[in-house]
């Protein structure tokens, strides 16, 4: 086995590993202490939510999110908040580092932001928190630059921690499909992931002192293969196609009837309703601790899924509300209003800025995402948005700006006409009547959105391609003994 291999096998932090041997908890801690618990739930869109008013259409006396409705009645929901963008790994980003697509250049997979950009868990360290992050899906991967910060960054599922993935992600000759099958095929990430968290917070006590948690959630990912016992709550006595391959089979041409649609649909209702019960399940843990009123706890979506709205199913390929409307909810007993429910449009790449205020400490000044701590203490004032969505080999290059009810696509191809629809989501909330523009200056919402757009383009970082590990990283790993060192015996 490789170096690199030993040391994803090992479960060691990567980068930055200069966290892994620092003595926690050694320094005073900066800001007021709070805990913070961030949760993402991976391709959950809004209106499949119980607090933004959903009912499952076979199970009428079933929630989906029970504990998201409670987190909303003790706490602040934004109503109209937004992804950015697509699909897992820039949305990601973005709700890290507080950065839009734009400012942090991440728009495909084999870019990352540069070695050292500092993302939440980063701020969180310098300030003395303890910091750990268990994920579950292949672009929350440390390649990525996800584990930046953290003293502690796991993946759930076995395949994520090996070579062959670190290997498939940093090769650009390398396909990842095999990683994706993997993925795809893992049934069930919740309760590892849970479970991860919970041991990391018993183990010295860790939930009794100043720490930051971040966990990604992926079974709503399609495809759909919920617990058998959940199927059969959200779909009584269906007996036709499952949801394994629903996507695939899709993908590789096949037409499915309204019928199996509604079933995805409730397949798709079940993880979430699974993923929830298993939030609520750590959440009971911090209230046995008594620590709950404590915490500072956020949890939101990185995007939606389709379910032919515009004829599409999965992903990665439009930016339409299915996609982008997303659930954004937090409790912070003494910091944010109980049962306040926000109107203003938002973004998720202000919720990592937002977090920081709430803990007490400075937000990054020159990001894109600013606090939205202002929505509940002052106005309830509509926020921009902007989205960029780059799918090369789909041909689909977008980008898009929201304020309010107005909202603006635009499709760009190199060396193609492109064009410009503007949307009035309170008259057509399904986006399915926009006014073309031949160019965005025609209208004042056009200008409106050329402006931000342009302001968001110039902000950008530089991001740098994904290859052979970084310099940095190199010596990080050297200072662990795995690089340009004796490599261990095997067990």
Not at 446 to 461: H, I, N, T
Request: aromatic share 10%; with cysteine; hydrophobic share 40%.
């Amino acid at each position: 086995m490789s170096r690199l291999g030993r040391l994803l096998a090992a479960g060691l932090c990567l980068p930055a590993l200069s966290s892994c041997g620092r003595d926690p908890g050694a320094d005073a801690v900066a800001g007021n202490g709070r805990p913070v618990i961030l949760i993402s739930i991976d391709s959950l869109r809004a209106d499949h939510c119980t607090p933004y008013g959903h009912q499952p259409q076979f199970a009428k006396d079933e929630a989906t999110t029970p504990f998201l409705a409670r987190l909303a009645a003790e706490g602040v929901l934004w109503e109209n908040a937004s992804a950015p963008t697509a699909w897992t790994l820039p949305s990601h980003i973005s709700i890290v580092t507080g950065m839009a697509p734009q400012q942090h250049g991440v728009n495909v997979q084999g870019l990352r932001v540069p070695v050292g950009t500092q993302h939440l868990a980063g701020k969180f360290q310098e300030a003395g928190y303890l910091t750990a992050g268990f994920y579950s899906a292949p672009y929350l991967h440390p390649m990525w630059g996800f584990s930046e910060g953290f003293d502690t960054y796991l993946g759930a599922a076995s395949y994520l921690n090996s070579v062959q993935t670190a290997e498939a992600i940093t090769d650009p000759d390398t396909s990842m499909d095999g990683v994706h099958t993997n993925a795809d095929s893992d049934a069930e990430t919740a309760v590892q992931v849970v479970d991860q968290a919970i041991a990391w917070l018993e183990k010295g006590d860790r939930h009794q002192q100043p720490f930051f948690l971040f966990l990604h959630l992926w079974d709503p990912h399609y495809d759909y293969q919920p617990p058998a016992d959940y199927a059969q709550r959200f779909h009584p006595g269906w007996q036709g196609m499952d949801g394994v391959d629903f996507y695939k089979n899709w993908k590789a041409g096949r037409e499915y009837s309204p019928d199996e649609v509604d079933h995805a649909k409730a397949l798709y209702d079940a993880e979430i309703r699974y993923t929830d019960d298993h939030i609520a399940r750590l959440y009971a843990q911090l209230e046995a601790w008594g620590i709950a009123d404590q915490v500072i706890l956020a949890i939101v979506s990185d995007h939606g899924d389709e379910f032919y709205e515009h004829q599409l199913i999965g992903h990665h390929k439009t930016l339409y509300q299915e996609i982008v409307h997303v659930p954004m909810v937090l409790r912070a007993p003494g910091l944010a209003p109980a049962g306040r429910r926000l109107k203003g449009t938002a973004a998720i790449y202000d919720l990592a800025p937002t977090l920081l205020d709430l803990a007490g400490l400075e937000p990054w000044p020159d990001r894109t995402g600013k606090s939205l701590r202002p929505m509940w203490t002052g106005d309830d004032a509509d926020r921009t948005v902007v989205f960029q969505l780059e799918h090369p080999g789909r041909k689909v290059f977008l980008k898009g700006w929201r304020q309010g009810k107005d909202k603006v696509l635009f499709q760009w191809q190199p060396r193609k006409e492109s064009y410009r629809w503007v949307f009035d989501l309170a008259a057509d909330p399904g986006e399915f009547k926009p006014t073309v523009l031949q160019r965005l200056a025609e209208t004042a919402v056009g200008q409106r959105a050329f402006e931000a757009l342009r302001a968001a383009d110039e902000s950008g970082l530089e991001a740098i391609k994904m290859g052979a590990l970084p310099e940095e990283m190199v010596k990080a790993l050297a200072g662990v003994g795995y690089v340009d060192g004796d490599e261990p015996e095997d067990d």
